[in-house]
């Protein structure tokens, strides 16, 4: 099955760290342009961190920028999401997204709850 998991999710106090990682099943993320996403309750779907195929071209959203890193780890075929000095309002479900560079063929992981509070 060609799918999307993401993992490292959970709870965490304010100015804490986590680390998520997107893998694939099904297929190797090397010709895929990741981007993070996140979703809290009663809010719209909110893009993140995005590293392109080349790892060249990378774009924070405003509200994460100097807190978050987006990196890809070839020997593992995953991208990650550190994501440091955490707010209350980080609190989401936080989905990776990957596009294919030729293709445009898309596919979304089912999602990893953050939850910032003490």
């Known amino acids: 099955q060609v799918q999307l998991v993401e993992s490292g999710g959970g709870l965490v106090q304010p100015g804490g760290s986590l680390r998520l990682a997107c893998a694939a099943s099904?297929?190797?993320?090397?010709?895929?342009?990741i981007g993070w996403f996140r979703q809290a309750p009663g809010k719209a779907r909110e893009g993140i961190a995005c590293?392109?195929?080349?790892?060249?071209?990378?774009t924070y959203a405003d509200s994460v920028k100097g807190r978050f890193t987006i990196s890809r780890d070839s020997t593992k075929d995953a991208v990650h999401l550190q994501m440091n000095s955490l707010k209350p309002e980080d609190t989401a479900v936080y989905y990776c997204?990957?596009?294919?560079?030729?293709?445009?063929?898309?596919?979304w992981g089912q999602g990893t709850q953050v939850t910032v509070s003490s």
């Open positions: 997204c990957g596009r294919h560079r030729i293709s445009g063929a898309e596919y």
């Open positions: 099904g297929f190797t993320l090397k010709n895929y342009a």
């Open positions: 590293i392109g195929t080349g790892d060249k071209i990378i």
